[in-house]
């Protein structure tokens, strides 16, 4: 009984001590394409509305971050990327936006639809808007 007593707690110690249990990664959660396009849209909604109160060319910022938008469109999926390349592709001259009350309702009506879009697959983004007047 001696012996059993002494080779029991022996036995208990080595295996506590031989093998270390295995280490699982955790895995990272990655965004989806379409919280990427939606926080990048509302991103790219600062500098394109901000084009029409700074001192730079209108029409390059414009241009410039219009195209940005579409890249983002491209890269999106379902109702988000179809709300983004509508956006794109509609949206009024830099010229009527400047002129008429209507043409900047409109982009921001165009906006709307994104974070709508974008607010149905959970992701909630703030964005810049113009003021009409």
Known sequence: MRKLLVFLPAVLILSACTSS????????????????ACIDFAKAT??????F???ENVNDV???????????????EGQVQERILGFVAD?????????????????NEMVDAVVRACSAEGYEILVNQFVVN
């Open 91 to 107: 949206a009024p001259k830099t010229g009527d936006i400047f002129v008429y009350p209507e043409a900047r309702e409109q982009v």
């Open 46 to 51: 600062v500098p394109l509305l901000d084009a």
């Open 21 to 36: 249990p295995e280490r699982v990664a955790t895995p990272i959660p990655t965004a989806s394409v379409n919280e990427v």
């Open 62 to 76: 414009w241009d410039a971050e219009m195209s940005k938008i579409d890249i983002i469109g491209l890269a999106a």
């Open 53 to 55: 109160t700074g001192k």
